[in-house]
Every structure is written in C-alpha cells, then in structure tokens.
C-alpha cells in the first residue's frame, strides 16, 4: 500500500463481495451492507467485474473466506470468546452485522491509518453509524506494534479472541507474518482464520502464468505479494508457534463445502488456501 492511500486490495475485495451479492445471489457468503459502502470509483468498476467471466475464481474464493472465516469466529463465541480481531479490515461489514453484539461480543479493526479514514468517510456517506461494539484501532506498523496498538484501543490480552486476518498474508514479510502469529499465540484460547497462495512453481503451466500477472498488477498497485507458502512449510510453522488444531482448505476443500452447483468450471488445483489454527492449551 502507498503511503497516505487507502489499499487498493481492499478495495477489490470488497468489490468481489458486492458481486458475489449481484449475480450469485450471496449464495456463498450473503453481506447486506456489500454495495452500500463502496465508493463511487470502485462502484464504477462492478459492472465490468460481473462481466468478466476470468475473475468468478477470484470473486468465489473471497467469498468462501469470509463464509469459513465468520463459520469459524461463530463456533469461538459459542464457547465463550467475547473479543473479534479483524486485521487488515479495509471495507470488511462484520462490525456492521455483528449478530453477537448483545452477547457482548467486541469488534477491534486494525488497519493503516489511511484506510480507516477513508472506511469511516464510506460509512459516514452510507449514513450508517459505527457500532457501538466496534473500536477502531489505527495501527502504522512502521512507529507502532500489534500489540501496543490494540493495547491503546482497550484489546484485554488475558482474555479469549478470534483473530480475523483475510488479504493479507502474501503481502506480508515472513518476518512480519512470524511476529503476527507469535503475538496471536499469545493470548489465552487464540483462534485465528487467514489465507494464503503457493508458490508459483507449484502451479500447472497455464494457471502460473494467470498467477504471476495477478502478481505482477500488485505491485504495479504498490502492494507487492512477499510470501507464499507451501502448505507442509505453513503447516510447521503453526506448530512452532504453539497453534495446535489447524485446518487448511485447498481449493477443492473450498469448492467442496461451499460452493455447490457453482463450483461448475473452477480450477482445482494449487492455489489459494484458507486456514483455521488454534493455540495448544497452556499445560
């Protein structure tokens, strides 16, 4: 993301959300407020989107992510997790529809600074009003840490959290995506969900050169993707962090439990994955 910007990438991926909505009906993943917070440049593009039948891979997976990924944070507030972390927020609507606010369930966004000014100017021009169990926690990584920037909005680190963390991965530092985990492991009955892509060399041919052009367009957007994984490597290095149960759907894990009778003509193979991990109890 350039500097003073708002991520482009966000505002992709909540353009796929509003046409998930449009011409799949919300089938996987049904987000009421999808269209009511884009801004007009990004409404500008839908039409465009729908129409191009090369992205329903893409608009499918984004959606199936935010369905496994809240699936995941429902089951934790059944056994009693109270805090929700959604990192990397951008335009993301849970805060908006959260069904467990009378539960007591709080919603912490983190984010650049620039794109939540630029999340709360959308919500501000859809007149819809921040929740109240909603804090924003403006976060610039290069002055200020996870952990002191959830510290200052009222984040209690001694108490159960699910960690919402979609989008964001490849373009993250290994480094970074090591420090981020180590934070999560941290905190007593951690549940995180996030995705990540393979390396190219594990895709057929004819797929890997989709891929790197996807790749290629990022960091012409400034927003570079620095790490893929391959799973077995990722798999490992949950398991150093302390992360016990982990569940990671492939593409066709993914087509397989979501999408149904849409799952006509999508790729199976490397690809995308989303992950569910769990920190080991402290014994």
Known sequence: MRTGQASQTARGAAAYRAVHQRLDGGTIFSDPYAFRILDAETLSTLDGMAADPSRRPMRLFIAARSRFSEDSLAACVARGVRQVVVLGAGLDTFSLRNPFAGQGVRVFEVDYPATQAWKREQLAQASLAVPASLTFAPVDFEALSLREGLASAGF?????AF???LGVVPYLTREAI?????????????????DYAEPFENYPAKRRARIMAMAESAAARGEPWLSLFDPSELAK??????????????????????????????????GGHVARAQRSPVR
């Not at 090591?178 to 996030?194: K, R, W």
């Open 163 to 165: 960690f919402q963390w």
């Open 237 to 270: 290095l949950l398991h150093d962090k302390g992360f016990g149960v982990v569940e990671d759907l492939g593409l066709a894990e993914i087509a397989d439990r979501f999408y149904g009778t849409l799952r006509e003509g999508i790729p199976i193979g490397p």
């Open 156 to 160: 209690e680190r001694d108490r159960p």
């Open 178 to 194: 090591s420090v981020t985990l180590g934070f999560i492991a941290t905190i007593p009955e951690a549940e995180v969900v996030f």
